[in-house]
């Protein structure tokens, strides 16, 4: 039970309905759709949007701007093939351990958390960079240009996930239980201390909040998630190149933050769809893809930040006045209030 | 590496002097946007690469076109972009009173836009400039410099000159840095806030083109030379003290003479990293710059 | 008046605080003695320095010198994360309300420093998490009944009125039973019965324990719950003592520009 019934939680009555079905959708969707083609892009749409919600996380709710991202990405994605094909530590392992490596790199960064706004994202940029550089010119730890092959399947307990739809249930399990945890933060003092952080840090300093402290720890929970985000992909992909891990990478996942809607979970999902299921979806587009997320970032910047998740849920309530309307109501309906 | 012979070391002076003007061309685009408008313009080093790109088809269109008029082309073609950029987009975003961060945002979109659009029209091959300087090296006592860094660092003096003698002495100078200043006070003078914002947006334009020909005729155009090198001049901005436009001068040439000669010393695969250390040195150090240094020293 | 007791006789110690703002001395060499227990206003002409004092005290400028000392420790050079955690809270002249999260969530973030569940407690929901929630849930309550706004706690800060959005800044800032208040114009803007609200307010305040530096321009709000006053006048102290020498001293009335201070003790 937590302290924080605002005017949100109305609307989480509602969209626990939509969740559900989306997750039953979900589960069953392996069943009705024999194409593994598509079980992949799931996959790497899950993949995708676990990374956006932990920059969901820095961005809207700590509110700091960071286009490094995949820098964690390309660190978590390297250490679990290096842990699986090097080491020979099984899958769930691998998984771990890229995370906790992408989140120690990321205390790399602590010092940059002193910074505030454009300087913030421009010393991400930086890092993401450097670690891009890295992964380029080292050859004999990541293969460099050549790439990183023959990266093993995901496997659980010795049964190698063979099938897409395997990997599919891994991936998209994996990506519920990061959104579950951030959601589950938000009603706490944690989440209450990183929203205050980003409408008013003089406020929350004068509140005795360690702002510094909480913007880190919020860079670390990031990398981490985007760290196990990394070996997922690793093990779906099986090759990895420095080119999946540039600095437009990060920009892609600053996208599909911004057009799922800075601010919302399910926003983060949403423009993980988009901006990875479009161009798989929609071959014809491949070329303009990222002229295209171009215009959308400048559109949804003039036209309201909300993006899809706002969009959505306009159209929600909408569709939810609409049956109210229409159903007859029982007597005595009351909203308390605290 | 081991020790520097003494015409190795012009070479690389020059070079990075050279450079450095290019840089610096750009970092003051940076500098005066900042100023006006607090916003660091993410599309700067597009509108370089654009003014390389508009004037090396000038060139392919007119192989004849003198050196004057190529760079004539890139400033003025970039200037109009950058002036319907401003137009367009960030007068819209402004009026409407949106969080800076999105306007930031919005220059990250304009920055994607511009580089896939030039990939689109001028593909993704790396294009060659044709030789718009004479091969034979300068000499002055002694020392020989190749022509193309002599009139490279020649003009960008030039240029960067008239842009000092523009701001100090013409009305819409001065007007200008009134609106960068306080643009309340000024509107009540007299000034026209678009007006003056308008050509902010399309000096940086010119400046960037300008650098996008020199920086395009040292080496090469390609669609994402506009990215790092953007980056870089930020640094270089970051480094000079960013908002300030001697800063952005003297930042953009000390940093083009700090990543030349860093070669000696560091693999040249790791160069791009050298600007990016600097970068979150200076933040976390000197967030001010040198400029910020100086002032504090009065 | 009670000055505190007899080992540390003061609270707050300000000696020869001194601000530079470039060539500008917005506050210079002030003392300040403030007791425990005690409501201190702070008054004096526009551009005095008075917010400029009060951030010191807070943390939010550095000292160019001076030294600030609370109880036993000098807090010179603390941050202001620090001073709040150390027992000195404030309000904001400018009003600086978390805007999107309700007026309970708002005096929550008061009691952040006196509770320690974070981000893996959150997760998996420890018996420490839901603890400390419930308590904290009971605490801010409290405040918000104390200062008056009970009824609005599930409401959005920002949709809030302009008088009850004061209301809740004093809430966050008293939740924690701070040792010091510090308040920058409480009553800025409000009308006379919104006013004299705060004045008695403040005065519950400090029968509560709590000690409060007061700035304001309202003067019927601080003659009447001052118990004693330091007048600022170009960034130095110009006099102090009770409401009543206040009113009497002769510099005082002349640097407010005459009869206004009298005529307005007069309806107070």
Same mark, same amino acid.
């Given at each position: 039970m937590t302290i924080s019934p605002d005017p949100a939680a109305a609307r989480i009555g509602a969209t626990r309905w939509v969740t559900l079905l989306a997750v039953a959708a979900l589960i069953v969707l392996p069943w009705l759709e024999a194409d593994r083609f598509v079980l992949h892009v799931f996959s790497l749409i899950a993949i995708a949007s676990i990374v956006a919600m932990g920059l969901q996380l820095l961005l809207g709710c700590s509110g700091q701007l960071s286009i490094g991202q995949a820098a964690f990405y390309g660190i978590g994605a390297y250490t679990s093939a290096l842990l699986t094909t090097k080491l020979g530590l099984p899958f769930p392992l691998a998984l771990l351990g890229a995370g906790i490596v992408a989140a120690v790199a990321s205390l790399l960064m602590v010092p940059i958390t002193r910074l505030t706004g454009a300087y913030l994202a421009v010393a991400t940029l930086g890092f993401s960079i450097i670690v891009y550089l890295v992964i380029k010119n080292e050859e004999w730890l990541t293969g460099g240009s050549y790439g990183f092959i023959s990266i093993p399947r995901a496997a659980l307990f010795g049964f190698v996930l063979r099938d897409p739809m395997y990997s599919y249930y891994v991936n998209v399990g994996v990506a519920a239980i990061v959104y579950l945890t951030f959601v589950r933060i938000q009603g706490s003092r944690f989440g209450r201390a990183v929203n205050a952080i980003r409408e008013d840090p003089d406020a929350a300093r004068a509140c005795g909040l360690r702002v510094t402290l909480l913007k880190s720890e919020c860079f670390v929970i990031a990398a981490f998630v985007a760290g196990l985000a990394g070996s997922l992909y690793a093990h779906e992909v099986r090759y990895l190149a420095p080119n999946d891990f540039t600095f437009w990478k990060s920009i892609e996942i600053l996208i599909m933050v911004v057009i799922g809607g800075v601010g919302s979970l399910a926003g983060a999902i949403l423009g993980a769809a988009v901006v990875v299921g479009l161009p798989e979806f929609l071959r014809g587009i491949g070329d303009y893809r990222m002229l295209v997320f171009g215009a959308i970032l400048i559109a949804t910047m003039l036209f309201g930040e909300g993006g899809l998740a706002a969009i959505c849920t306009t159209l929600g309530r909408r569709l939810g006045g609409l049956v109210t309307r229409l159903t007859p109501k029982p007597a005595g309906t009351n909203e308390s209030v605290q | 590496m081991g020790s520097l012979g003494a015409s190795q070391f012009v070479d690389l002076l020059v070079g990075g002097i050279a450079v450095g003007c290019v840089y610096s061309l750009v970092a003051l685009g940076f500098a005066m946007i900042m100023r006006a408008t607090s916003i660091i313009h993410f599309a700067q080093g597009e509108l370089m690469m654009l003014g390389a790109m508009c004037g090396l088809t000038s060139l392919w269109l007119l192989p004849v076109l003198p050196l004057i008029l190529v760079v004539a082309v890139g400033m003025v073609s970039s200037g109009i972009i950058a002036v319907m950029m401003e137009l367009f987009v960030y007068r819209t975003l402004r009026r409407r009173r949106v969080p800076i961060m999105n306007i930031i945002t919005a220059t990250v979109g304009m920055s994607i836009l511009c580089i896939n659009a030039a990939r689109i029209i001028w593909g993704s091959e790396p294009l060659r400039f044709p030789e718009l300087f004479a091969t034979t090296a300068y000499e002055f006592g002694g020392v020989r410099i190749s022509p193309q860094l002599f009139w490279i660092m020649v003009m960008a003096v030039a240029i960067m000159g008239g842009l000092q003698l523009f701001l100090k002495l013409t009305r819409s100078g001065i007007a200008m840095q009134a609106v960068a200043q306080d643009p309340e006070a000024a509107q009540l003078m007299g000034a026209n806030l678009t007006r003056m914002m308008a050509y902010t947006f399309a000096i940086s334009g010119m400046m960037a083109g300008a650098a996008g020909i020199m920086l395009g005729s040292m080496f090469f155009a390609f669609f994402e030379m506009g990215f790092i090198t953007g980056l870089k001049a930020f640094v270089a901005a970051t480094l000079g003290g960013l908002g300030s436009i001697a800063g952005a001068m003297l930042g953009g040439i000390l940093f083009g003479l700090i990543e030349t000669f860093s070669t000696v010393f560091l693999s040249s695969a790791y160069k791009d990293a050298i600007g990016m250390i600097l970068l979150i040195a200076i933040l976390l150090v000197l967030p001010s710059g040198l400029v910020g240094l100086w002032q504090r020293r009065r | 008046m009670r000055t505190g007791s007899a080992h540390e006789p003061w609270l707050l110690e300000a000696r020869s605080l001194t601000r530079r703002f470039g060539g500008l001395l917005a506050v210079d060499g002030v003392d300040l003695s403030v007791g425990r227990g005690s409501v201190h206003g702070l008054i004096g002409p526009n551009g005095a320095g008075k917010?400029?004092?009060?951030?010191?005290?807070?943390?939010?400028?550095?000292?160019?010198?001076?030294?600030?000392?609370?109880?036993? !420790?000098?807090?010179?050079?603390?941050?202001?994360?620090?001073?709040? +955690?150390?027992?000195?809270?404030?309000?904001?002249?400018?009003?600086?309300?978390?805007?999107?999260?309700?007026?309970?969530?708002?005096?929550?973030?008061?009691?952040?420093?006196?509770?320690?569940?974070?981000?893996?407690?959150?997760?998996?929901?420890?018996? +420490?998490?839901?603890?400390?929630?419930?308590?904290? !849930?009971? !605490?801010?309550? &409290?405040?918000?009944?104390?200062?008056?706004?009970?009824?609005?706690?599930?409401? !959005?800060?920002?949709?809030?009125?302009?008088?009850?959005? +004061?209301?809740? &800044?004093?809430?966050?800032?008293?939740?924690?039973?701070?040792?010091?208040?510090?308040?920058?114009?409480?009553?800025?803007?409000?009308?006379?019965n919104e006013a004299a609200h705060v004045s008695e307010l403040i005065a519950r305040i400090r029968d509560a324990g709590t000690t409060v530096i007061l700035v304001e321009h309202h003067m019927d709000v601080v003659m009447r719950v001052s118990d004693e006053i330091t007048v600022l006048n170009y960034g130095r102290r110009l006099a102090h003592g009770t409401p009543t020498q206040i009113q009497e001293d002769p510099d005082v009335i002349e640097a407010y520009l005459g009869r206004s201070l009298e005529n307005e003790s007069a309806q107070a």
């Open positions: - | - | 917010t400029t004092l009060l951030n010191l005290v807070a943390g939010v400028y550095g000292v160019s010198s001076g030294t600030l000392h609370f109880g036993a !420790r000098d807090i010179t050079r603390y941050s202001t994360a620090k001073r709040a +955690r150390a027992g000195i809270r404030r309000t904001f002249q400018n009003l600086k309300l978390f805007g999107e999260m309700t007026a309970l969530e708002n005096v929550a973030l008061g009691l952040h420093a006196d509770t320690c569940s974070g981000f893996f407690d959150a997760v998996l929901g420890t018996p +420490r998490h839901r603890r400390e929630e419930r308590d904290i !849930r009971d !605490r801010s309550m &409290e405040a918000l009944r104390f200062v008056g706004l009970g009824g609005i706690a599930a409401m !959005r800060a920002g949709a809030l009125a302009y008088g009850h959005r +004061r209301l809740l &800044e004093i809430a966050r800032a008293i939740v924690a039973r701070p040792a010091l208040l510090l308040l920058d114009e409480p009553a800025a803007g409000l009308n006379v």
